[in-house]
C-alpha cells in the first residue's frame, strides 16, 4: 500500500533548474489534482511546515464568562445525536434559563408538525456556570429523511437528515480534534464528503478544566454536527483534572449525553448503536474495563443480547426459521430433520413410514423435552453466583426497553389479572411468555417489570438468562446475516508503533481483546496518537484473518501538534502510517464490502492518502470458528 513519494530537503539548486523544477511541478500538480484518489505516500512523507494556530485558547482563565450569543434565548452550540431506533436527541445551549427544552420539527422548511419536549441541565466547576443545557428526543422519524427543526421556539431554523436504515452508509471518521485552525481545515473538508453520520473516539475540545473552551467548540462544530449525528466517546481531555480537586467527566456528560440509556448501559462512558445494518460499540477507555468492571459486563450482555434478539426477530418474522428457539441446539435439529423427512414420506400412506413418522415425532419430542430441561438446568446453575445475578437482571432491563412489550409495572400476573407470589407460578408465566415469544406467536402475555432489584424481579430477570444463554453461540451466525458490520471505537489504541502513548492502550487490550475477537468485530478505530496509522486484521499481537482491522485517526488537529516519531522496523501488522493532520471516511456499500480511506489535510486541500477495501468477517468462517469461544467467554461468571 505504500510508496515513498515526497523529496527530502537539499541544498538549492540554480535558478534556471529551479524554474525547471517549477514547471515540471505544476505539470505534476494539476495531474495529481486530477487524481489525487491514487495518491498513496505514507510514513516518509515530509508535510509542509504547520500553520500556526488561530485561536487555540480564547482565554487562559477558567473563570471567564462566556460570551453572550445574540439574544441569550438564542441557541447556541447545536448538534444531534441519536438516541434510539428512529429517534434523534436535540442538544443546545442557551445562556437564558426561562428558555423552554422544546422542539418544534417537520420535514417542510418553516412547517412545524411536530413537537417535542425534553429536559435540562446545567453545572458548575470552580467558578465558572454553565448555561442551560437542553435534550430534547424527537422521533419516531424517518430514514433518510432531512427535517427542519426550531430549538426553544425561537431564533434559526436547523435541518438534520437521518441516516439510512439499509447500506450504503457512509461514515466521517475523526479524532482528537480540538478547536486549532488545522481543525477548521479537517471540518471543512468533512463538510464536502458526503456522510450521513460522524463517529469521533474521544478527545473533543481539549478543554480540561477549561469550561469556556466546551462553549468555543460547541460553537465551532454546531454548523456540522447540527446536521448530522456526531457518535462520540470520550477520551483523556474529556476528564476533569486538577490536582486536589475530584476529576471526572462532569461537563463531558452534560454536554455531549450520548444513547448509553438506550443501549442498556448505566454510563454515558460507553453505549452502542445500530445505523442502517451496522452495530456500533462506542466503549471508553478511561472508566473501568477490566473483566469485574460494569463495563465489561454491559458488554458481553450487549453482545449477547444482540444475538438473541436477532433470532427473535428471526423466528418471528423469516419463514424457514419460524421455528427457532433458545432451545434449538444440534440434536433437537437432527430430531425435527428426521421427523420431516418421515412426514413428506408419510404422503405415500404406505403403513411402515406412518410408522417411522410416528415413532420420529416421540422421539423429536422427548429431544426438545431433554433440550429444555437442560437449558433451565444451566440458568438455576448460574444463579448461584452474585455476577450471573447481574448480568441477568441487565439482561431483563435491556429486553425490557428493547422490545417494549414488558410494561413497567411492579409484579407478574398471570392471564386473569392474579398476581402471581409463588416461585412455580412465576416460572411457568415466564416460560408461556418466551415459549410464545420465540415459536412466533404475535402476542406474549404482558409480564411487569420495574427497576428495583428485589427478589421478584430477580427471579424474572433470571428465567429471562435461561431463554437467552443456551442459544448465544447458534445464534451469532443469524445476528450477522442481518447486522453485518460490528465496529468498536475507544480512545486508547490497542495497536500503535508511534511512540507517542506507547502501550497506554495495553491492560484493555488484554482484558477485552478476547471477547471482541470471539464476537467477530470488524473494525476498532482508537484515536489518542496524534497520526494517522492503519493496521491488518491483527489479534493478540499477531496478524490474523479472523481479527479486527486496527486504525488509530487521532489527527482531527488539536493543539499538542503531530507525533511524529514511530519504532522501527515497523511491525508486521503495521500497512500504513503517517504523522499528518486528517480525517477517514468508511463508505459501508453492502454487508460484505466497505471502502476505507484516510484523507491528509494538504494545506486546504483534502488528499485521499491511504485506501483499502474491507470484507466484513460475516461472510467468512471465521464466526462460525469463533462461536463456540463466543459462548464460553459470555458463560463465564
Ligand atoms: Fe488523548
Keep these: 500500500m505504500e510508496t515513498r513519494g515526497a523529496a527530502r530537503r537539499s541544498p538549492p539548486p540554480p535558478v534556471a533548474v529551479q524554474l525547471l523544477f517549477l514547471l515540471i511541478l505544476l505539470a505534476v500538480s494539476s495531474c495529481a489534482a486530477a487524481s489525487t484518489g491514487d495518491l498513496v505516500i505514507g510514513e516518509d512523507y515530509v508535510r509542509p511546515p504547520a500553520r500556526r494556530h488561530r485561536k487555540a485558547l480564547l482565554s487562559l482563565f477558567p473563570w471567564s464568562k462566556k460570551k453572550a450569543s445574540s439574544s441569550a434565548s438564542d441557541p447556541q452550540q447545536v448538534h444531534i445525536s441519536l438516541a434510539g431506533e428512529k429517534h434523534v436527541r436535540v442538544t443546545w445551549i442557551t445562556d437564558d434559563n426561562s428558555v423552554s427544552s422544546v422542539v418544534d420539527y417537520g420535514t ?90 460522524l463517529l469521533l473516539p474521544g478527545d473533543l475540545s481539549y478543554a480540561d478544566y477549561m469550561q469556556h473552551l466546551w462553549d468555543s467548540f460547541g460553537k465551532l462544530v454546531e454548523p456540522l454536527a447540527s446536521t448530522r449525528p456526531w457518535m462520540v466517546t470520550e477520551g483523556n481531555h474529556e476528564k ?80 424457514q426459521e419460524a421455528k427457532d428457539t433458545w432451545w434449538w441446539n444440534d440434536e433437537v435439529q437432527r430430531a425435527i430433520k428426521e421427523k420431516e423427512c418421515f412426514k413428506r414420506l408419510h404422503l405415500d400412506k404406505s403403513a ?102 428485589d427478589d421478584n424481579n430477580r427471579r424474572f430477570a433470571l428465567l429471562l438468562l435461561l431463554l437467552y444463554l443456551p442459544f448465544q453461540a447458534d445464534l451469532a451466525k443469524i445476528d450477522r446475516k442481518r447486522t453485518p458490520w460490528l465496529i468498536v471505537l475507544l480512545h486508547a489504541p490497542w495497536y500503535n ?66 507525533a511524529r516519531r514511530y519504532r522501527n522496523p515497523k511491525p508486521a501488522w503495521s500497512v500504513f502510517r503517517e504523522a499528518s493532520f486528517g480525517h477517514g471516511e468508511l463508505k459501508i456499500l453492502n454487508s460484505t464490502h466497505a471502502h476505507w480511506t484516510w484523507h491528509r489535510n494538504d494545506d486546504e486541500e483534502p488528499v485521499r492518502t491511504d485506501d483499502v477495501w474491507i470484507n466484513s468477517l460475516a461472510g467468512t468462517g471465521c464466526i462460525q470458528d469463533s462461536s463456540r469461544e463466543l459462548r464460553k467467554i459470555l458463560m463465564a461468571p
Excluded at 246 to 269: C, H, I, V
Design 497 to 562: 508503533s508511534n511512540w507517542a502513548h506507547q502501550g497506554e492502550g495495553d491492560s484493555m487490550m488484554t482484558a477485552m481483546e478476547p471477547l471482541l475477537y470471539a464476537a467477530h468485530v470488524d473494525m476498532i478505530i482508537a484515536g489518542h496518537v496524534h497520526a494517522y496509522e492503519r493496521a491488518e486484521r491483527v489479534y493478540n499481537g499477531r496478524l490474523d484473518p479472523c481479527g479486527a482491522v486496527h486504525i488509530t485517526i487521532g489527527d482531527g488537529g488539536n493543539r499538542e501538534g503531530l
Design 108 to 197: 417542510k422548511a418553516g412547517m412545524y408538525t411536530s413537537t417535542s419536549q425534553g429536559e435540562s441541565t446545567s453545572y458548575s466547576y470552580l467558578l465558572y456556570s454553565s448555561g442551560k443545557i437542553h435534550h430534547v428526543v424527537l422521533g419516531p422519524l424517518e430514514d433518510n429523511t432531512v427535517y427542519y427543526y426550531r430549538c426553544g421556539g425561537q431564533g434559526l431554523e436547523f435541518q438534520f437528515k437521518t441516516p439510512p436504515s439499509q447500506f450504503p452508509l457512509s461514515l466521517a471518521v475523526v479524532g482528537d480534534l480540538g478547536q486549532t485552525s488545522w481543525t477548521t481545515s479537517t471540518l471543512n473538508h468533512i463538510k464536502q464528503c458526503e456522510h450521513d453520520m
Design 352 to 453: 411402515a413410514n406412518i410408522k417411522g413418522y410416528k415413532i420420529a415425532k416421540r422421539a423429536a419430542k422427548r429431544a426438545v423435552s431433554v433440550a429444555k430441561g437442560q437449558a433451565y438446568d444451566n440458568l438455576y446453575e448460574r444463579l448461584g453466583t452474585k455476577k450471573g445475578e447481574k448480568d441477568i437482571y441487565r439482561m431483563a432491563r435491556i429486553h425490557e426497553r428493547k422490545t417494549r412489550d414488558i410494561n413497567q409495572i411492579k409484579c407478574i400476573k398471570d392471564g386473569v389479572d392474579r398476581l402471581l407470589v409463588r416461585d412455580e407460578e412465576i416460572k411457568d408465566r415466564w416460560r408461556e411468555y418466551f415459549d410464545k415469544l420465540f415459536n412466533g406467536e404475535e402476542e406474549g402475555p404482558i409480564l411487569e417489570l420495574d427497576d428495583s432489584f
Design 240 to 319: 476533569e483534572h486538577i490536582p486536589f480537586f475530584e476529576s471526572g467527566f462532569q461537563s463531558y456528560n452534560a454536554r455531549w449525553k450520548m444513547p448509553y440509556d438506550e443501549s442498556g448501559s448505566t454510563s454515558n462512558l460507553y453505549y452502542s448503536f445500530e445505523v442502517a445494518r451496522a452495530h456500533i460499540i462506542m466503549l471508553g477507555s478511561y472508566t473501568d474495563y477490566d473483566e469485574n468492571s460494569d463495563q465489561y459486563a454491559w458488554l458481553k450482555v450487549s453482545l449477547a443480547m444482540k444475538s438473541s434478539f436477532r433470532s427473535v426477530d428471526v423466528s418471528r418474522g423469516g419463514k
